[in-house]
Each structure stands twice: as C-alpha cells, then as structure tokens.
C-alpha cells in the first residue's frame, strides 16, 4: 500500500516538501491542505505585487500539484474541520508547514496606539489577504516610520511611494491601491538599530529604491564606513560591499530632487511610540555597534510620523495537538522531527529566517526522515479517510481544478497589463465556483 502524506499548508515549504517527496518515493500519496481557498501561501501574499518575476517559483508548484500523485484540499483549517489528531490517525505521515503570518511586538510603550501596524499585518493587507482585507491602514500622514532594515521594510516603503503608474501592471487590489496613491505621503523613514553594513536588505532591492519616478532615495553619509570589516563569508561581504556602494550614491542624491523621499536611518534604537490614542511621534535612542549588536549611547531624538510600520520580524503561533516552543516561536522538533509520523518544515520548524528558497532544504530533509522512518509503504487510508470525514462532517473542501477556475477569473478579471485581479473574500471564491458548476 502507498504512503500517505499529509502536508498541512500549501507556501514554499509545503511544496517544496511535495516536491522532494515525490522524487524519493514515486509511489507516495501526498494531500496539501491549506485553510484558505488558495495555494501557494507566502508566494501569494507575501511577496510584493510589483515583483511579478519573484512569483514565478509558482509554476514550478503548480507543476506540482498537478501531479496525479498529488491533491489539494484548500478551504480545510486543521483545528476547526478537523483536529491534527485525527488527521495523524488518515496519514503515515503529517508535515507542519503553516509558516508564520504574525507580527513579533516591539516590545516598547505606545506600540498599541493606533497608527502602529505591523509589517506581517500590512504586507498581508496590500497583497488581499483574506484575514487582512478590512484592516485599513490609516495613510492621512505627510511621514511613516518603518522600524527595520531588511526586504520586508524595503517592500513596504516602495509600495508606499510608487506612483499609480509604477504600480499599474501588477496585481495590488484596488481597495489598498486608492488609500495609498491617494495618501499626502512624502517622506519615509527606515530606521536601523545597526548600521549600514549590518542591514539584511538584498543588494536588488536596494539598488531598486534609486530608480522610482517620484520619490529620491536619503542616506547621512556620516553613517556610511569607509569599508566592510569583520569576519564573514565571502558571499556575505560581497553583499554588503555592493550595499555600501550603493548607499554611498543615496547619499549624493538630493532632498528636493523628487516630492517624495525614503530616509535611510541607521543607528537608532526605538525606545517609545508617542501621541495620544492615535501615534504623533517615534523616540529614538541613539545606537552604536559592538561585537555586532547595538548600544545604547543615552542621547535621544524623535521623528514626527502618523504611521508606524513594525517590520521586526514575524511570528508563528501554536499548532493545536503540537507542541510549541514560545520563547523561539516555533513547534519543538529534532531537526524536523515533531512526534511518531509528525514532522516539521520551513518557519514552523526554524523560524521566520532566509528567502524563499531557504525552504528547499527543509522540504529535502523531511522527505528523507519520512522514508527512513517509514519506509516506502504505507497502510493508513490517507485521503479516502479526510474526504469520508469532511463529507460526513457536511465541509466543502477547493481542489485543484476549483483552484483553476478561481485562477482564471483572477486573470480574466485585470485591468490590462496586470497580472491578476485578486479575489479576497470567502464568498467570492465560492460564487465562482458556484456560477461555473451551475454554467457546466
């Protein structure tokens, strides 16, 4: 009898996961269950909608789950359908791959003001997110403050200053497309507890910042070393010398020469959000960097904002019938290893760290612990049991060729030059859906 796997969540991990899978057992049943109508996870909701190119890792997903081997039960939440327990009883084997789709807390007085969002909360909003989709950010500010230094806060603050004509050929809903074009928004701050050198944005996404039509990139050139430093591999410093290059022509550039600005802000510790119900300010404690972390050195500032963008990191949260590690955020596992026949992969195993194929290995490693733990035989009735279950429970599951009518539409319904026109309310999917069965 064939191995049955069940892989809960369908973003890079998963995927990769299934993908490995079937390359090291060619007679494995994999099921990829998701609780959302929708597949592919970070790819569809966490990457920006102007880098149409970084989505491309979803053909070869889609390839995937197009496999005879493979099905997918999207619209299926583990926890409310059904319990991890009795999806453990269907399946030889159940991989935890739900990722992390919250926000870690700054930790500091006022972060609960209102205009204080978190970059998970905000990236999920703009990329139409179902959860996300009614928590309209509040734009009516001239200065956002962005707390990070890495991809994510670089994503956020380009998508904030890109014109409507930048924006025009990608697939940000409407509904986040008007509050933000319309927005009187003309300078934005990213500021780094560390310096220049430590940031952990990637060269393309900081080169990118130097070419928008209506917003010029600022950068202290005070802030800026004369060279790298320090012990790190030679991929690492090369990363961080082509930074510092680029960030020494940012800092050349001049205020006036565009309505709008990013400012490049190093060296500052958040110590307080300030205002009344609603943020008015950002206090700042300056920093210095030893032995790579950042000191504080008593001397403080503040910088006026209306908005405040948290982009310190995400968080997963616990998995009901798993255990959790809250200190690190993560399921407790062994290389993986959760529990007899349980397994975890990507941010749910080590945490929300790396880019998207950071979780190719993961996916490797898993495969391998589940034909070394189980061989390549199975005896557990895998989907037929989920399906009895979910039908006798009355619950309605999206498969694959639902998800490609659901796609299609998405397609068939841009605006010309845009990729898609995203559905994101639960309805909608199902009116689709609906309409099709009743055309056919």
């Known amino acids: 009898m064939a191995l049955s796997v069940a892989i ?26 998701d609780r959302l109508p929708t597949p592919y996870g970070l790819i569809r909701f966490g990457v920006a909608p102007d880098h149409e190119k970084t989505k491309n890792v979803m053909r070869g997903f889609a390839r995937t789950a197009s496999d005879d081997r493979v099905h997918f039960y999207g619209d299926v939440d583990i926890g409310e359908a059904l319990s991890l327990d009795e999806l453990r009883e269907m399946y030889d084997a159940v991989v935890l791959a739900v990722g992390a789709a919250h926000d870690r807390r700054l930790g500091i007085p006022g972060e609960d003001k209102a205009g204080v969002v978190g970059s998970a909360s905000f990236v999920n909003w703009y990329n139409a997110h179902p959860d996300f989709v009614d928590r309209t ?4 500010t001239s200065s956002v403050v962005i707390i990070g230094a890495g991809n994510v806060a670089i994503d956020v603050a380009r998508v904030l200053v890109k014109t409507p004509a930048e924006m025009a050929a990608t697939d940000l809903p409407d509904y986040a497309a008007r509050p933000i074009h319309g927005a009187p928004i003309s300078d934005v701050y990213m500021v780094a507890r560390r310096g220049p050198v430590e940031a952990k944005f990637t060269n393309v996404e900081l080169r990118e910042m ?5 917003c010029v990139p600022q950068v202290a050139a005070a802030d800026l070393p004369a060279e790298v430093t320090g012990e790190m591999s030679p991929r690492d410093r090369r990363v961080r010398e082509k930074n510092l290059e680029t960030l ?4 050349e550039r001049e205020a006036d020469e ?4 990013v400012h490049f802000v190093f060296f500052a510790s958040p110590v307080e959000i300030l205002g009344g119900e609603h943020v008015e300010a950002v206090r700042f404690e300056r920093t210095r960097v030893e032995n790579g972390r950042a000191v504080g050195t008593g001397e403080h500032y503040e910088i006026a904002c209306g908005l405040v963008v948290a982009a310190v990191g995400y968080l997963s ?19 993986g290893r959760v529990g007899p026949g ?16 950071t979780n190719k290995p993961d996916g490797r490693d898993a495969a391998q612990q589940i034909i070394d733990d189980l061989g390549a035989g199975g005896g557990k009735p895998g989907r037929e049991g989920l399906e009895a279950l979910l039908r006798a429970r009355g619950r309605r599951w999206v498969d694959l060729e639902d998800w490609q009518r659901i796609e299609a539409a998405e397609i068939a319904a841009a ?9 994101y309310r639960h309805e909608d999917f199902l009116a689709v859906l609906d309409e099709q069965r009743a055309a056919g």
């Open 137 to 140: 950010p509040d734009l009516d």
């Open 8 to 33: 809960v969540g369908s973003g890079p991990a998963g995927f990769y996961t299934a993908d490995s899978l079937l390359k090291a057992d060619p007679e494995c049943r994999i099921d990829i269950i």
């Open 415 to 423: 605006a010309e030059g845009a990729p898609r026109r995203k559905l």
């Open 210 to 214: 130097g070419h928008l039509e209506q």
């Open 317 to 335: 949260l616990p998995v009901d019938g798993a255990p959790f590690d809250h200190k690190q955020g993560v399921v407790v596992n062994e290389e």
């Open 342 to 357: 349980l397994y975890a992969v990507g941010w749910i195993k080590r945490g929300p760290t790396g880019v998207i194929g």
């Open 248 to 251: 020494r022509a940012f800092s």
């Open 258 to 261: 565009m309505p709008k600005r």
